[in-house]
């Protein structure tokens, strides 16, 4: 009994655990490059924070996006911009109590007046901004503001 | 006749940009008359021994306006008797952001002590004509015999967490070149914040 308990624990809870924990670093590179490769995909790349609580609202507008168009090109990524040091502590627990399905990231650069240019011109830097990238279509538009659900489907169905 | 009207049209279309863009460094800046926590209405002109001023529009809810409390502090302790005092506003609509009203304003200046006025911005009117559109935002004014101007626009340093030895203090080293008599060798930054909680339509 205590042996079959174990089991599963190791094959049903903890590879749960283990996803909900899976919070990758990113740097702007990198993210350029997915972006580069899903030339057919719309991403809508949300950058917030676990201190932000306007974001932490509309967190869940994201993750609705993505689950009621998952049969069309549109890639929802969660890009976090908690402090480094915040990663185990704050955005971890974080993802893994509010069991969020996008892919989340932890922003990996330091020089703020390099990479707020470099995710958008448009942006002054304040929190939440979603950038959403149609390649196909030459889009790269940032919204600095907060969304209701109705106006993130609307940004989305506009720039598909 | 068509194509007067058209330009005339699009002039008004620019003057409208450039209103909703706010100020740009060099621009001319208009006094304002804000509501203090002690009640008492605050001018620039108030201030008629200061060679400028830290206008910083800041809150109480927001964590990044929180974790530079101390700084902004420290900064008008060390550069008001310079002739450099912080003014303070704050620029979030209290019912959209209830942590931000006027008597929470009040309580958090007494209880940190701020040696600086702290101001409220009933419907963002200040913080429209400024062009604020994050806190903390820090925007470094001159005094001229032409008039009060914008010298610097940005970030505080480029540390918010307040870990880096390193850290490059921005407002800091516009306000030792303005007070060497040069201008800011850099002049505008951006940083992370948070954003203005705009007053919603009713």
Redo the contacts between chains.
């Keep these: 009994m205590r042996y079959s308990l174990f089991l599963a624990f190791f094959l049903f809870v903890l590879p749960q655990l283990v996803q909900a924990q899976n919070v990758k670093l990113l740097r702007l590179n990198q993210l350029e490059q997915r972006l580069d490769q899903g030339k057919d995909t719309v991403f809508v790349i949300n950058f917030w924070a676990t201190w932000c609580a306007p974001c932490i609202k509309e967190l869940p507008y994201f993750e609705k996006l993505q689950a009621d168009h998952t049969s069309q090109p549109l890639k929802v990524l969660l890009v976090s911009l908690d402090f480094r040091s915040k990663l185990e502590t704050a955005l971890k627990p974080f993802v893994q109590k509010h069991k969020l399905k996008n892919e989340v990231f932890l922003l990996d650069e330091k020089n703020q007046q390099e990479y707020i240019d470099r995710i958008s011109k448009e942006w002054s830097g304040a929190l939440p901004a979603t950038l959403v990238v149609n390649k196909k279509r030459n889009i790269r538009k940032m919204y600095e503001q907060e969304f209701t659900y109705a106006e993130l489907l609307k940004v989305y169905q506009t720039l598909k | 006749m068509k194509k007067i009207l058209f330009a005339l049209f699009m002039m008004c279309g620019l003057m409208v940009k450039a209103q909703t863009a706010g100020y740009q460094v060099g621009d001319k800046v208009a006094d304002f008359k804000l509501k203090n926590v002690d009640s008492k209405m605050v001018s620039m002109a108030d201030f008629k021994q200061a060679k400028g001023f830290i206008v910083i529009f800041t809150c109480n ?1 927001c ?2 306006s929180k974790a530079y409390e101390d700084r902004i502090i420290a900064l008008n302790s060390k550069y008001a008797p310079k002739g450099y005092p912080v003014l303070a506003i704050n620029p979030n609509d209290p019912k959209a952001s209830p942590g931000d009203s006027f008597e929470l304003m009040q309580e958090r200046a007494k209880s940190k002590k701020f040696g600086f006025p702290y101001l409220l911005d009933p419907d963002h009117l200040i913080t429209k004509t400024f062009g604020a ?2 806190t903390p935002h820090v925007f470094i004014v001159q005094k001229t015999n032409q008039g009060n101007f914008v010298q610097y626009i940005g ?1 505080i340093d ?1 540390d ?2 307040n ?1 880096d030895p390193d850290k490059i203090l921005y407002t800091e080293n516009a306000l030792q070149d303005l007070l060497t008599g040069k201008t800011p060798a850099l002049s505008f ?9 705009w007053k919603k339509a009713e």
């Design positions: 809810t964590p990044v559109n994050r970030a480029n918010t967490e870990t930054t951006k940083a992370v914040g948070c954003t203005i909680k």
